[in-house]
């Protein structure tokens, strides 16, 4: 990591942070950053190999670096999440970070920011609280709680050292999401449905008597997907959803500015990932036309670029993105991506099916590295946001639920006719890749229209959807909030054998006609490597053409680049073998 004068660029500070690889850093003041890092590894006493996230401080001065959270050291040995700060004193001294005690109860915790300490309880909590919202003193104002066991959630105010209840909701799995504070410290700030257009949108809940007011954003044609706040978790403005992301914000200057990058740079996609407290300066996220993705500073009106993501990848490389739009066989209209390769015309190419993972998440425009490698080999890439994904409205979500291995895989069926009808790729050169979901999908494609891939690449991909939902109600518990949002998502909380058993691939390998190549990284803690293991064995007593690729150390994200490296060199070897 180094640390660059804006002004003079010069070089103030460069140190070694692999031991610790963080995702994410923050500065606390200008001698001391916070590290978010997450790993796959073990946990003494406890089974198996877990993802955990873990903060750390870091002073620049000294190059002393030491963990917030430690397993085990004044907090209970087994749990995982460990990378959450609700706030920083005034002093910068302490972090507010919540964890579980032995007992079971889940805590508020101060924590010292200047070297190693046992953290001391800051406010107790239950064994079902989520959450912890602290006030301009830091003085805890409201925790949230969600039972598994009565399908409880609640928020409750601290009011004379009394906790009341203001919020009450009986579901099986959250459907609102309390994400910060109104600048007055006043009210907790809910994301929920619109009513009127069953968009996500922003609303306040009072801490005085828990009364809900809004929307105050809210679009018609966009979800709210994020919040913008301080690092004491005041919100500012809100991120909506979408191929490029939007901002709007209560300071209306701050949406000029905005609309001001936005025409300066109409085939660009901005994306905010830092901004001083008082929003004068900003750095962007950039990518788009001519750019493989690039940081820049904005200040006093000016634009500076700061650094290149890719520097390797010159904007001239970057193969462009354009949206499409297509009408389904039930007429629902599916919003795609494609990415043509650069300098070719789009008609009678080969192409790429990319469906994403999730199912509940949606692709966006920008620099996507599988994306572009496709198209720099000459494909076409097809990325439908079919039914089911999140980001186009209620509607569209929930029209997937149930449909897997159905209407979510006719979409994508319909999205090769449409483009094979118009003449933009040659329908005979088709081959489908997917991770997650998507791998999924892949599947599904290889299995339930065998005729229309001329190969499938799987990558950590689902083949048996119940074992899938038999390991989840093994690790969770039968009645977590986690089984029933699967349950719902899969087949809208009626979960028979037969259903299940007719949408998982694996039952059903006998129709495979094209090649299958399976990729799968050994320690996926989201979809267990057995899923393919037995996906391969499958295929192959069935005579069928499949190729297994394991990744070592390999997550569900392939996070590490040799992973990468190795699946992207597998999938250009099998690909080129059938278009």
């Known amino acids: 990591m180094v640390i660059i004068d804006l002004k003079t660029k010069s070089l103030l500070a460069g140190f070694d942070v692999s031991s610790v690889n963080p995702d994410n850093a923050y500065f606390i003041d200008n001698e001391r950053l916070i590290l978010i890092a997450s790993s796959n590894t073990r946990l003494w006493g406890f089974k198996g190999r877990h ?25 209970y040995e087994g749990q995982t999440q460990l990378g959450k700060i609700i706030g920083i004193s005034a002093d910068k001294k302490y972090a507010y970070m919540p964890a579980y005690k032995s007992s079971g109860l889940y805590n508020l915790y101060k924590v010292s920011l200047e070297s190693r300490k046992k953290p001391r309880v800051y406010k107790r909590g239950t064994a079902d609280t989520i959450d912890f919202f602290l006030d301009e003193n830091n003085e805890v104002i409201a925790r949230e709680r969600y039972s598994n066991k009565n399908d409880l959630h609640k928020v409750e105010a601290l009011v004379n050292d009394k906790w009341q209840e203001i919020f009450r909701e009986e579901t099986p799995y959250r459907t609102k999401a309390f994400s910060g504070l109104t600048p007055d410290r006043k009210s907790l700030v809910m994301i929920s449905q619109d009513k009127a257009h069953g968009r996500w949108a922003y609303y306040t809940m009072s801490l005085a008597d828990g009364k809900i007011s809004g929307p105050i954003f809210s679009h018609d044609n966009k979800d709210i997907e994020d919040v913008l706040t301080d690092t004491q978790r005041v919100v500012h403005g809100v991120q909506y959803s979408g191929f490029t992301p939007t901002y709007e914000f209560f300071d209306e200057k701050l949406n000029a500015r905005m609309r001001g990058l936005k025409k300066a740079l109409p085939n660009n996609t901005f994306q905010i990932t830092d901004y001083t407290p008082d929003w004068k300066s900003m750095i962007f996220y950039m990518d788009g036309e001519l750019s493989s993705g690039d940081y820049a500073f904005y200040q006093s009106g000016s634009l500076e670029m700061i650094a290149p993501a890719r520097p390797e990848i010159p904007g001239q490389a970057v193969h462009p993105v354009t949206e499409y739009q297509f ?6 209209t599916i919003p795609t991506l494609l990415t043509t390769p650069a300098g070719q015309t789009a008609k009678n ?19 996507d590295w599988m994306s572009q490698y496709f198209a720099n080999q000459g494909y076409l890439v097809i990325q439908p946001q079919f039914r089911g994904s999140k980001g186009f409205g209620s509607e569209h979500l929930l029209s997937g639920r149930g449909e897997w291995g159905r209407k979510m895989q006719d979409d994508l069926t319909d999205a090769v006719n449409h483009l094979a009808k118009e003449g933009t790729i040659d329908k005979n050169r088709v081959c489908i890749v997917g991770a997650s979901y998507g791998g999924y999908a892949a599947l599904a494609g290889a299995t339930f229209t ?11 991909g689902v083949s048996d959807v119940e074992r899938m939902l038999s390991t989840d109600k093994r690790n969770y518990g039968r009645n977590h909030w986690v089984v029933s949002y699967w349950q719902d998502v899969i087949a809208k909380g009626k979960v028979d054998e037969d259903h299940l058993e007719q949408i998982s691939p694996i039952n059903h390998v006998n129709k495979v006609k094209a090649p299958v190549l399976l990729i799968h990284g050994e320690l996926d803690q989201t979809v267990p490597l057995r899923q393919s293991e037995e996906m391969f064995d499958e295929l192959e007593d069935a005579d069928k053409s499949v190729t297994f690729v394991e990744l070592e150390d390999g997550d569900h994200h392939m996070s590490k680049e040799k992973n990468r490296l190795k699946a992207l060199k597998a999938i250009d070897k099998f690909i080129k073998q059938y278009i």
């Open 349 to 367: 190419l080969p192409a790429i099916m990319l469906p994403h993972g999730g199912p509940e998440a949606y692709d966006k425009r920008g620099f």
């Open 51 to 75: 993802d955990i996230s873990t903060a750390y401080a870091f002073n620049i001065s000294s190059k002393k670096i030491h963990q917030l959270l430690i397993p085990g050291y004044g907090i």
């Open 450 to 460: 065998p005729d229309l891939y001329k190969c499938v690449v799987s990558i950590n």
């Open 327 to 332: 009408k389904a066989r039930d007429g629902l």
